[in-house]
């Protein structure tokens, strides 16, 4: 099993940052690929970003490219997803999974799902 816990998220006007956090706990964390995921009122969990554990290897989703940055503390077992020039259309709840090995854009391929925490950009 592993565990995952976001945090860092809340209300920012647009064109402003936030910082989540996913802090991870369980089986050994350096074999998952780590991942963040959205889901905006009525409509279907999206791909954001993702990251390797044991490496630099990074993947967005087009619409974040250039605002979004995927980073992992291995010794605190935690990624980050730092997001700037926010828009309204971020607005959602982010979600962080784990995925064995290798990064995935699907949904239905990660094992594990944090709880989710809210973001909202006010225009």
């Known amino acids: 099993q592993v565990q995952l816990v976001e945090s860092g998220g809340g209300l920012v006007q647009a064109g402003g940052s936030l910082k989540l956090s996913c802090a991870a706990s369980g089986r050994t964390v350096s074999d998952y690929a780590m991942g963040w995921f959205r889901q905006a009122p009525g409509k279907e969990r999206n791909f954001v970003a993702c990251?390797?554990?044991?490496?630099?290897?990074?993947s967005y989703t087009d619409s974040v490219k250039g605002r979004f940055n995927i980073s992992r503390d291995n010794a605190k077992n935690t990624v980050y997803l730092q997001m700037n020039s926010l828009k309204p259309e971020d607005t959602a709840v982010y979600y962080c999974?784990?995925?064995?090995?290798?990064?995935?854009?699907?949904?239905?391929?990660?094992?594990?799902w944090g709880q989710g925490t809210q973001v909202t950009v006010s225009s």
């Open positions: 990251i390797r554990w044991s490496g630099a290897w990074t």
């Open positions: 999974a784990a995925r064995y090995r290798a990064c995935s854009a699907l949904v239905n391929e990660y094992d594990y």
